[in-house]
């Protein structure tokens, strides 16, 4: 079974830019969570997608924004880029939603603002 | 608000002796706690769950409510388990279901 795939895997962009990263998870996964991962702050969880529902959401601000397809699929997309948005991000899929059986995370995109 | 402390960012333990990572949380529900593991250049992954009450590469945790701790051992350390290790407990609640993450620890082990 192929694992979690996130693209693409590095991008530079400066600030007020848009990004957008994709992730895909393992077949029959219905549920992809999204993580920031910085040094100082660690994994800080963004939102969860299920079944194209946004089921749980993150302390993270209105230009954080995701969506998932019918095949599963996700994006996270972030407007108005700042400097902070540097990180590490990473999806992770599962069979259920809110964490409740294992997560498989992929390889992450690292994300560098200029 | 929900929290889990890792007090250790760095743990080097000699091969052969015993290794206990830290882990406390603070939450008002009732927990449901994790371990996962990164080693290098592999992907974050998922060493147990207190609910399962198994031992994962000999590694062992145990839920200890009183004490608000989760602490992952094992008792003869090897090599290949150095990694970063995530504490992570599941929140619960209407639209807030979420793992919440330490920052973390890594462990060396010295030959």
């Known amino acids: 079974k192929a694992g979690v795939t996130q693209t693409p895997r590095y991008l530079i962009k400066t600030r007020g830019q848009q990004v957008t990263l994709s992730c895909s998870p393992i077949s029959g996964h219905r549920s992809v969570s999204w993580y920031q991962q910085t040094p100082g702050q660690g994994l800080q969880f963004l939102f969860e997608?299920?079944?194209?529902?946004?089921?749980n959401k993150g302390n993270f601000p209105g230009r954080f924004s995701g969506r998932q397809f019918s095949n599963s699929r996700s994006e996270m997309n972030v407007s108005t880029l700042e400097l902070g948005d540097s990180a590490l991000y990473l999806c992770?899929?599962?069979?259920?939603?809110?964490?409740?059986?294992?997560?498989?995370f992929g390889p992450g995109t690292r994300l560098t603002v200029l | 608000a929900q929290r889990v402390t890792q007090p250790e960012k760095l743990l080097s333990v000699f091969k052969g002796a015993p290794v206990e990572l830290k882990c406390n949380y603070s939450?008002?529900?009732?927990?449901?706690l994790f371990w996962y593991v990164q080693y290098s250049r592999q992907r974050l992954q998922l060493l147990l769950r207190?609910?399962s009450r198994e031992s994962i590469k000999g590694f062992t945790a145990d839920l200890n409510k009183g004490e608000t701790s989760f602490h992952l051992k094992k008792p003869f350390a090897q090599e290949e388990d150095s990694a970063m290790y995530y504490c992570a407990l599941r929140e619960t609640g209407f639209g807030n279901e979420k793992l919440t993450f330490g920052t973390g620890t890594r462990l060396t082990i010295i030959p």
């Open positions: 207190h609910i």
């Open positions: 997608y299920f079944s194209e529902t946004q089921r």
């Open positions: 992770a899929s599962s069979t259920t939603s809110g964490g409740t059986n294992e997560q498989f």
């Open positions: 939450y008002s529900g009732s927990p449901e």
